[in-house]
């Protein structure tokens, strides 16, 4: 079509070089060569009239309408100009497409495509007995497009022509694969690539079908051993007709793989890439405090036992389990504490206790019923609107469970909730419950409380605002509708913080800044804050996350390692979590001598446990071994291994200490010294499940499948909540039987080990 338009301006340009430069008129506009079309219809198109001024473009852009019509023939029709008496005289010759014979089709080669219907479309466009119009092509290429769509495929047409004896020829170009790459990493990994690309059946000159492609990438990701699965569509520009699929996978450091997924997972190949140094679970916001000691346990206990009727006392003693992670004895105590607080609860914060103590016994109406009364009334404390919010957040996932399998179990944490609202498959049906309505308003109500409190109050009650903003960044994952940035839209600039919201959080940081000098308490919120932000903030790898400069970071961690040292001079015992602090703010300063020391001497503590994970982090992972050759970083354990020789005595089992210096020894390689002190361990009178489980780890390393069977069997024996033993014994039980399926619960557990299960767990009750 641009070619007639070429045509015709090349035409004019000559006859305005013999025209005067003076106006001249049309003298007359005639249309010659129709038989079929429609005259009024091109008349109708042309905008020229006998009597107007003659006009170059204006007659230019005429012709170009009526061929854009698509119904002539662009090379041979012209429109010719001619001087006259009375003017330019315009004559548009046209030729008429030749009228439609016949259609046929071709190219329709995949089965799932309906041919006939095809045929149908193209015969409905071209009909037989009309004059060939140029532009149909557009309108049957959609027609084309719905239905290859409908059926999973993409689809082109060839450029259609028409014989001088009316015979219209479709021809359908289905786009196929041209090229197909699947790249795992690590490259050398525990997948045999070629099985796997066999499996996934995309292969070079299939007919190319985004549907099947995404099926194959989900069904690729649950087989269990990729954390990440990636597909592109790379398009050629030179050819429309063919795609490249390029599928990217990530693969899981402990994979989980299905039944058909174990054919493709070399058991001895995960045990070989995985890392020796597993760092536990650290303190991701400044929820709580950490985990009760034994002797806080033994303390609550003693007091239930001297006050066998105080539902009170019952009830702290089952929050205190449910947070040290004895479920069974945390729902006995709780279910206890329920029935002693019954016809008790007047005292609105009282209600408040009995409300969590019934969460942990699986009560959530119960809960829902006393926190919700409350707020209605404006009685609700502030320590009551996270159980509020979790206890209708366990409701809402109630109407969602549709597995008998996955209901509700006394003692389940807001994991449960969340991962059953992640995968729920009716949730809009179940958002538009009652259940939806008060998981929406208790969202609402719990936002508006925290957020009307001035910064004196939220000061005092920062560990239940921490709590609910806890929950909060823990319900995104849950998605729409049951997203609270959906729900309580002016949330999101708190919750869409890269790090956990409460530690980029300038109003709580200024609150409790404010409430420092005269609240001690305060003081080491605050100053925790800034030492826990710091970390998230090492351990995400990239500082320009926060929108805080980081001269005013670095001032604040100052002040901070400031405030926690005097604290600890202030009150040893009242704050010898400070001492902690004290060692996290040296490692993300990078002063990992002086974190080693300080952690050093907190190792045989009540303590000692954390102390441990944090003399490992301390050694590893802090900002001074960024860079560092896996020599370098080996030596690097064995140098602080060798430090803890002035806290360990020989004969003693100071399971702690020891902990750390075989897991630092086992990161270095050094596997014989690794299975010395963790024996070292047991030998000295403690049943430590960890040195059990490292030892089954070293001996597997070093290919000792049988002791490492025996010692694993072991940990798992002292400690069954131990995810990351149960997996190595499946693992290394695999490798000694060569059988997957019967191993795979074993292996399993690690599903409930994820960030979810952990943050849930922080937030406990």
């Known amino acids: 079509m641009n070619n007639a338009r070429s045509t015709l301006t090349g035409v004019l340009l000559v006859l305005l070089t013999a025209l005067?430069?003076?106006?001249?008129?049309?003298?007359?506009?005639?249309?010659?060569?129709?038989?079929?079309?429609?005259?009024?219809?091109?008349?109708?198109?042309?905008?020229?009239?006998?009597?107007?001024?003659?006009?170059?473009?204006?007659?230019?852009?005429?012709?170009?309408?009526?061929?854009?019509?698509?119904?002539f023939n662009a090379e041979d029709s012209k429109c010719d100009l001619h001087r006259v008496e009375d003017g330019i005289e315009v004559i548009y010759n046209l030729v008429e497409n030749p009228v439609i014979s016949s259609v046929e089709v071709r190219g329709v080669n995949v089965p799932a495509v309906d041919a006939q219907r095809v045929q149908e479309a193209a015969k409905k466009r071209y009909e037989v007995g009309k004059v060939f119009n140029h532009y149909t092509a557009d309108l049957l290429q959609r027609d084309i497009?719905?239905?290859?769509?409908?059926?999973?495929?993409?689809?082109?047409?060839?450029?259609?022509?028409?014989?001088?004896?009316?015979?219209?020829?479709?021809?359908?170009?289905?786009?196929?694969?041209?090229?197909?790459?699947?790249?795992?990493?690590?490259?050398?990994?525990?997948?045999?690539?070629?099985?796997?690309?066999?499996?996934?059946?995309?292969?070079?000159?299939q007919p190319y079908s985004p549907v099947k492609v995404d099926e194959r990438a989900i069904a690729t990701l649950r087989l269990g051993f990729f954390a990440q699965f990636n597909v592109h569509e790379g398009v050629q520009p030179d050819d429309p007709?063919?795609?490249d699929v390029i599928m990217m996978g990530l693969l899981e450091e402990r994979p989980v793989p299905s039944a058909e997924g174990t054919a493709f997972v070399d058991p001895a190949g995960v045990l070989e890439d995985l890392q020796v140094y597993r760092m536990g679970h650290l303190p991701a916001s400044r929820v709580l405090s950490p985990q009760p000691t034994p002797s806080t346990l033994a303390s609550?206990?003693?007091?239930?036992?001297?006050?066998?009727?105080?539902?009170?006392?019952?009830?702290?003693?089952?929050?205190?389990?449910?947070?040290?992670?004895r479920i069974d004895a945390a729902v006995a105590a709780a279910q206890k504490a329920v029935t002693l607080l019954e016809g008790l609860t007047d005292e609105p914060?009282?209600?408040?206790?009995?409300?969590?103590?019934?969460?942990?016994?699986?009560?959530?109406?119960?809960?829902?019923?006393?926190?919700?009364?409350l707020e209605e009334e404006g009685k609700l404390p502030p320590d009551g609107y996270p159980a509020l919010l979790q206890s209708a957040t366990y409701l809402l996932a109630d109407k969602a469970v549709t597995d008998e399998g996955a209901v509700r179990l006394p003692g389940d944490t807001l994991a449960w909730a969340v991962k059953v609202l992640m995968f729920s498959s009716n949730r809009d049906s179940v958002f538009a419950t009652p259940e939806g309505t008060a998981y929406s308003s208790a969202l609402r109500a719990t936002w508006d409380r925290f957020q009307a409190m001035g910064d004196n109050e939220l000061a005092e009650n920062h560990e239940a605002y921490e709590r609910a903003i806890g929950m909060f960044a823990l319900l995104?994952?849950?998605?729409?509708?049951?997203?609270?940035?959906?729900?309580?839209?002016?949330?999101?600039?708190?919750?869409?913080?890269?790090?956990?919201p409460v530690l980029d959080d300038p109003r709580l940081l200024s609150a409790l800044k404010a409430r420092a000098e005269a609240d001690p308490e305060a003081r080491y919120a605050w100053a925790s804050c800034v030492v826990l932000r710091e970390l998230a903030l090492l351990l995400n790898g990239d500082p320009s996350v926060v929108e805080m400069d980081v001269d005013t970071r670095r001032t604040q961690l100052g002040e901070a390692q400031a405030a926690l040292q005097e604290l600890v001079n202030f009150d040893p015992e009242r704050f010898r979590r400070a001492e902690v602090m004290r060692a996290l703010a040296y490692i993300v300063q990078g002063q990992d001598t002086q974190a080693q020391d300080t952690l050093a001497a907190l190792l045989t503590g009540p303590d000692g446990a954390m102390a441990a994970q944090l003399y490992l982090l301390a050694a590893t992972l802090n900002p001074g071994m960024a860079g560092k050759t896996d020599e370098e970083i080996a030596q690097a354990c064995l140098n602080a291994?060798?430090?803890?020789?002035?806290?360990?005595?020989?004969?003693?089992?100071?399971?702690?200490?020891?902990?750390?210096?075989?897991?630092?020894?086992?990161?270095?390689a050094r596997f014989d010294q690794a299975v010395q002190e963790a024996n070292a361990v047991i030998n000295g009178g403690v049943e430590d499940p960890r040195a059990w489980a490292s030892i089954g780890f070293f001996e597997a390393k070093r290919?000792?499948?049988?002791?490492?069977?025996t010692a694993l069997k072991k940990a798992v024996e002292l400690d069954p909540s131990d995810a990351y033993a149960a997996y190595t014994l499946g693992l290394v039980q695999w490798i000694q039987t060569g059988e997957a399926v019967s191993i795979l619960p074993q292996l399993q557990r690690m599903n409930d080990y994820t960030p979810v299960d952990l943050a849930s767990q922080e937030l406990a009750f």
């Open 349 to 373: 914060a009282r209600a408040v206790l009995m409300a969590r103590a019934a969460l942990i016994a699986g009560d959530a109406n119960r809960a829902f019923a006393l926190t919700s009364s």
């Open 703 to 709: 290919g000792n499948v049988d002791p490492a069977v």
């Open 476 to 500: 995104r994952s849950t998605e729409r509708p049951f997203d609270p940035v959906l729900i309580v839209p002016e949330c999101r600039s708190l919750l869409d913080s890269p790090i956990q």
């Open 241 to 243: 007709n063919v795609r």
């Open 641 to 668: 291994a060798d430090s803890l020789s002035t806290v360990i005595t020989a004969g003693e089992a100071h399971p702690h200490a020891r902990y750390a210096r075989y897991t630092l020894l086992g990161a270095a």
């Open 20 to 71: 005067p430069a003076a106006a001249e008129t049309i003298a007359e506009v005639r249309i010659e060569g129709l038989v079929h079309v429609n005259r009024a219809a091109v008349e109708a198109t042309i905008t020229s009239e006998a009597g107007d001024d003659f006009d170059f473009e204006r007659v230019e852009e005429d012709f170009y309408l009526v061929i854009e019509m698509g119904f």
């Open 145 to 205: 497009d719905i239905i290859y769509t409908e059926a999973g495929y993409l689809a082109n047409l060839a450029p259609v022509r028409i014989g001088d004896d009316g015979s219209v020829l479709v021809i359908i170009n289905e786009v196929a694969i041209d090229r197909v790459e699947l790249t795992i990493a690590p490259e050398n990994g525990y997948v045999d690539r070629d099985a796997l690309l066999s499996w996934i059946n995309i292969k070079p000159r």
């Open 300 to 325: 609550l206990k003693a007091a239930t036992e001297n006050a066998p009727e105080d539902g009170d006392a019952a009830a702290r003693y089952a929050i205190a389990l449910a947070r040290a992670e």
